[in-house]
């Protein structure tokens, strides 16, 4: 359960909640959408939030992060492998989907592929019939969670890595991937590309040109004719931008738009971006490309024995969920099998905490119920959408009020300590700053600010706040706003 509601109901719910808005509204005269907008593939990726990484290879078994590819497939033996267990412990925390390393760096492939023999094929992992990728996407959708997966585009054991036949080698192991173990909500690109490797063999370093060797263009166009539901993560989308570091959290401004931009100067590419812009984004940019903050549980990506007591605590993955989800992006927290092919237990541990946490403190809205007056409301667009609990209803305004306000009457005084904003990305992200007040009985005194507010924005108090009577204020946004949620917790 997430907040009342179960993972599925939560994916999914909200995008038939917005058939029946558009039907309610349909006769109405709504806002005109502003800038960029999500296609639907990125609205329901926006409604997932938090999701996991499983980084799953023979490194774990070397106790490398990046193995050079001359692993001999005979190590990845794991000797517990349970893809339902680890599964439970990601739903435990809350998480709606996982992104298998389905092969990394080294070019080892979890799933019995025909594009190499360097697989799962040849280990001795139930005699070379096993298949990690079939498991884990079985016991994801099994228990209500999406799956993803990560494909390396550099690959350290494959002879033909940097002539063109390896390109098509790549698309023909995403082919794969996409028509045998889907659907699948995200592919992920890595932006490593080219350099030492045993390639084969060969034993020397291979450098390509990352702006054209791998034929991004066509490669996502394949994606797109196989797997129209998924988004594509890279440096540079086309649906979903790296955030620009590894530690997890977006700008305290940021921006879904963005406009790449490589690190000359130039064309952006994957592997080649202007990472400074990715945290937070470009006002007005010219893709709706909301940002992915990556994180691993643990110092590394991949398990290590050394790290078993260095794993992030609760109260850390909750900062992290609110510099990440609460800036408009999504949390991808890795989190690795050890070599028995199961979550350590001090990881299993800490994503329970975490997923406690997160139901307690969103339990209960405390603005639901509320009594709301607007300063201005557009016909058809009542500033009760803000606390009706729907996705993509939404309060708006005539196009000249852009700066409006909403008290809300909680009939009680009220403890909070967090707040919750939406707007309705359907049509853009449109609210440049707004500050929430609250009523002392004399005067109205200021509780919290914000910039940017896209599908969701959590503010955190310095310490719990207790009023009958809130006010929320538009202080500056280029046309009239379409926010969909204001929530106390």
């Known amino acids: 359960m997430m907040g009342g509601i179960t993972r599925r109901q939560f994916i999914y719910g909200s995008l038939a909640a917005a058939g029946s808005a558009s039907l309610a509204t349909a006769a109405t005269n709504p806002p005109a959408p502003y800038g960029a907008t999500p296609s639907e593939r990125q609205l329901r990726w926006h409604e997932m939030e938090t999701y996991a990484f499983l980084h799953f290879t023979v490194n774990t078994f070397t106790d490398k992060e990046w193995g050079y590819g001359d692993e001999d497939p005979s190590i990845f033996d794991p000797t517990e492998f349970d893809a339902d267990s680890i599964v439970a412990s990601l739903a435990a925390a809350g998480m709606t989907g996982v992104i298998l390393t389905a092969k990394h760096h080294d070019g080892f492939c979890l799933w019995p592929t025909k594009t190499t023999d360097h697989s799962v094929r040849a280990s001795r992992w139930r005699g070379g019939k096993g298949d990690v990728v079939r498991d884990l996407s079985n016991a994801a959708r099994a228990a209500g969670l999406r799956f993803g997966v990560y494909l390396s585009p550099w690959d350290r054991n494959n002879p033909r890595y940097g002539s063109p036949e390896y390109v098509e080698t790549y698309r023909a192991q995403l082919r794969e991937l996409l028509t045998s173990y889907g659907p699948i909500f995200e592919v992920w690109h890595d932006g490593a590309n080219g350099g030492d490797g045993y390639y084969g063999g060969a034993r020397q370093k291979r450098v390509i040109d990352k702006r054209t060797y791998y034929g991004w263009p066509e490669t996502w166009e394949m994606v797109r004719k196989i797997a129209p539901e998924a988004v594509i993560f890279s440096d540079v989308g086309p649906d979903i931008r790296w955030v620009g570091n590894e530690k997890g959290y977006a700008n305290e401004t940021c921006w879904e738009t963005f406009t790449p931009v490589g690190e000359s100067g130039g064309p952006a590419s994957p592997g080649d971006v202007r990472t400074r812009d990715s945290m937070s984004g470009t006002r007005s940019g010219v ?119 909403a008290v809300f009457d909680l009939r009680e005084r009220s403890t909070f300590e967090v707040i919750r904003l939406r707007e309705n990305i359907r049509l853009g992200q449109r609210v440049e700053a707004v500050a929430i007040e609250t009523w002392d009985g004399a005067d109205w005194r200021a509780a919290a600010e914000a910039t940017s507010i896209g599908p969701c924005r959590l503010l955190r108090l310095d310490a719990p706040v207790t009023a009958s009577r809130v006010r929320l204020r538009v202080t500056k946004s280029p046309v009239c706003p379409a926010l969909e949620e204001f929530a106390l917790f």
Request: with cysteine.
């Open 287 to 405: 893709h709706w490309m909301p940002p992915e903050c990556d994180v691993s549980i643990r110092p590394g990506w991949f398990w290590h024995p050394a790290e078993n007591d260095r794993v992030k605590a609760a109260p850390q993955l909750m900062d992290l969920y609110f510099k990440s989800v609460g800036r408009g992006g999504s949390l991808l927290l890795n989190v690795p099998p050890d070599r028995r092919g199961r979550l350590h237990e001090n990881d299993t541990a800490s994503l329970a905490e975490f997923g406690k946490r997160r139901r307690a403190m969103f339990a209960k809205d405390l603005a639901r119920g509320a009594r709301v007056a607007a300063s201005n409301v557009r016909e058809g667009f009542s500033a009760d959408h803000l606390i009706d609990g729907e996705r993509y209803t939404y309060w708006s305004t005539d196009d000249s009020e852009t700066t409006p306000s």
